[in-house]
């Protein structure tokens, strides 16, 4: 599988680790089992580390991507943080994108730095 999910209890986040190349459905898979992870815990959280993979998404797939965020306006406080690799081209439209969603997002280069945002008030 492309991607793993960890609930972090210590921190109160769900960590999303991608790996290799990752196609349009696997990732639908994998936000929506963060919104799972997130429905069940309680936590509103999510650090996504996107450097050891290869996403493999169209404009297209980006738009339908990100407009899929609606269930995260719910969750009081959601945050996400994305660290992503030179690689993923794509992901500059699609921050953009869930942004537009109304979705507090922000990507990073840096693990340290996407954790220290993610973690800040």
Known sequence: MPHELTIKQDKKMIHLAYSGEVVFDE???ARD????????????RVLVDMRESNIQMSERDVIRFATGFQQAK????YRLACVIGPHNQTEN????????????VKYFMSYDDAFSWLVAV
């Open 27 to 29: 990732r639908l898979q």
């Open 33 to 44: 089992a963060v919104f799972q992870a997130c429905d069940e815990t309680g936590f509103v």
């Open 74 to 77: 719910q969750m009081q406080g």
């Open 93 to 104: 439209l699609l921050e953009t994108m869930i942004t537009l969603e109304g979705i507090n």
